[in-house]
């Protein structure tokens, strides 16, 4: 395939590099990550973000701080480790360079004022694949928009975002398993997890099955309403030791 590619490009007077750099300088750039700052919302068992000046250019003559962030702040991963004691060779530093880098399917869930605690069914998902043209193929990024993003805030607030969510039937799970996608995102701060209150309603399909599949779950991710049905999905992890997620910078980038 790739003397193929080289042949028929040839042709057109052109190679993979200069026409990659062409489809790239074309494309628009969409920043999925929220911005890292204090009193962002947090899992209530984690520890909050701390960003300390520890220089400055009045007193150091140049500039840099120190950061105390868990592995699952922000916008961030998560490793199968994270849920799974058994996997100890599915930790962050492990995974693939592009485990969650591809073609990228975006469901539009936010036409239904979600609740804490409500499930999304494969039903609900396929009508908005329905509706918006979008296809799920193998080894797809799936990113999943429920409106969420709408209580993030650094607000007196800033709880409800992480302490209430909704998720997904355990028929979602499946499907996706199914479809062999390698990554799934939500605007909710743990893929799947319906949440009240900080309490969980039943189990999570996501973290206990999909993720055990080495699909890796991507959570509090921004600006999914700005997105069409079909991208391109680029983010990496740290590289953590024994790391049981990272932090990433995730990008979209639409042709």
């Not at 790739?2 to 490009?9: H, I, K, R, V, Y």
Request: glycine letters at 6%.
């Amino acid at each position: 395939m790739a003397d193929e590619w080289t042949a028929w490009l040839a042709k057109l007077g052109t190679d993979r590099l200069s026409l990659f750099n062409a489809l790239f300088k074309s494309a628009s750039i969409v920043d999925l990550s929220v911005l890292l700052e204090k009193g962002i919302p947090k899992y209530y068992s984690h520890p909050s973000l701390i960003i300390d000046r520890t220089a400055t250019h009045e007193h150091d003559g140049y500039a840099n701080q120190a950061l105390l962030i868990s592995e699952h702040t922000g916008t961030h991963v998560d490793a199968p480790y994270h849920m799974h004691a058994d996997m100890v060779d599915a930790t962050i530093e492990r995974i693939k360079p592009d485990a969650i880098m591809g073609r990228c399917t975006v469901i539009d869930l936010s036409r239904r004022a979600w609740q804490p605690g409500e499930r999304a069914s494969l039903a609900d998902l396929q009508a908005a694949l329905d509706e918006s043209g979008g296809r799920i193929e193998e080894g797809d990024v799936v990113l999943i928009h429920f409106g969420w993003m709408q209580y993030w805030t650094t607000s007196k607030d800033w709880g409800y975002y992480a302490d209430n969510q909704p998720g997904f039937t355990e028929d979602v799970a499946d499907y996706l398993i199914a479809k062999k996608v390698k990554a799934v995102g939500t605007d909710t701060a743990a893929v799947g997890t319906p949440v009240i209150n900080r309490n969980a309603v039943g189990p999570c399909y996501f973290h206990e099955k999909v993720l055990k599949q080495h699909i890796y779950l991507i959570e509090c991710l921004h600006q999914l309403h700005t997105l069409p049905a079909q991208c391109f999905f680029v983010a990496a992890p740290l590289k953590i030791a024994n790391g049981s997620g990272s932090p990433i910078r995730a990008l979209a980038i639409v042709l």
